[in-house]
């Protein structure tokens, strides 16, 4: 099976850098998905992993080391509206495009 | 483009009663997805239709949820008879075929089981 471990929380200053963190233990998947939710809000995309190695989308870079079991969410130059949760999520073998996520890291940006 | 759209927003019903959600994907995405959040999880995937057939169901209780996908454009999902534990957001998402194409999500249905 799937299992996949995030920090419960993170708080940082706004301007700063943050990094959350995902370990994994899986047989086996596909890719590594993040995923940003405010609250009261839906999951919406933020990046996806495919092969290792670093991945960057504007402010956001997302890491991923399968050697190692871990990947990773940078974000950069951190404004109050990032704060939200932050989800991780794995693409099992064998199926099509279903996503297994996280437990999810509540990140509070304070001035 | 538009959104995918749910309904209702928010729904509250006693235990034992019957409700039914809406689910109305991106036009043109194939796969359809529906996931239970419960407050402080991830979403868990309940069932996935590609067009109107069910890809995985695994994780559906299929003893008291249903969902169908007719025409293979919206779809509904039932919970008949409700239970305390189904409190949750229920979530509907939709994406285009092919591995790792992004899951975009419906705002959501609170569901409140009293």
């Known amino acids: 099976g799937q299992s996949l471990e995030q920090p419960s929380e993170v708080t940082a200053v706004e301007g700063a850098i943050v990094q959350i963190n995902c370990t994994y233990q899986?047989?086996?998947?596909?890719?590594l998905s993040w995923y940003q939710q405010h609250d009261g809000g839906a999951p919406t995309f933020l990046s996806y992993n495919a092969l290792d190695g670093l991945e960057e989308t504007g402010r956001f870079s997302s890491f991923l080391s399968r050697s190692d079991s871990y990947g990773y969410l940078l974000l950069q130059e951190l404004q109050m509206k990032d704060s939200a949760s932050y989800f991780c999520a794995v693409r099992p073998p064998g199926a099509t495009n279903k996503l297994i996520f996280g437990t999810g890291t509540l990140l509070a940006v304070q001035p | 483009e538009a959104g995918v759209a749910q309904s209702p927003r928010y729904k509250i019903i006693e235990k034992r009663q019957s409700v039914a959600f809406w689910c109305n994907p991106i036009s043109g995405h194939a796969t359809l997805y529906w996931y239970q959040q419960i407050l402080g999880q991830g979403p868990k995937l309940l069932i996935q239709?590609?067009?109107?057939?069910?890809?995985?169901d695994s994780q559906l209780p299929k003893d008291r949820f249903s969902a169908e996908r007719l025409k293979g454009v919206d779809s509904t999902l039932k919970i008949q008879p409700a239970k305390l534990e189904d409190s949750a957001v229920y979530l509907c998402?939709?994406?285009?075929?092919?591995?790792?194409?992004?899951?975009?999500f419906g705002p959501g249905t609170r569901l409140t089981v009293t």
């Open positions: 239709f590609q067009n109107n057939g069910v890809v995985d």
């Open positions: 998402a939709s994406s285009r075929e092919g591995g790792g194409s992004p899951q975009y």
């Open positions: 899986t047989s086996g998947f596909y890719g």
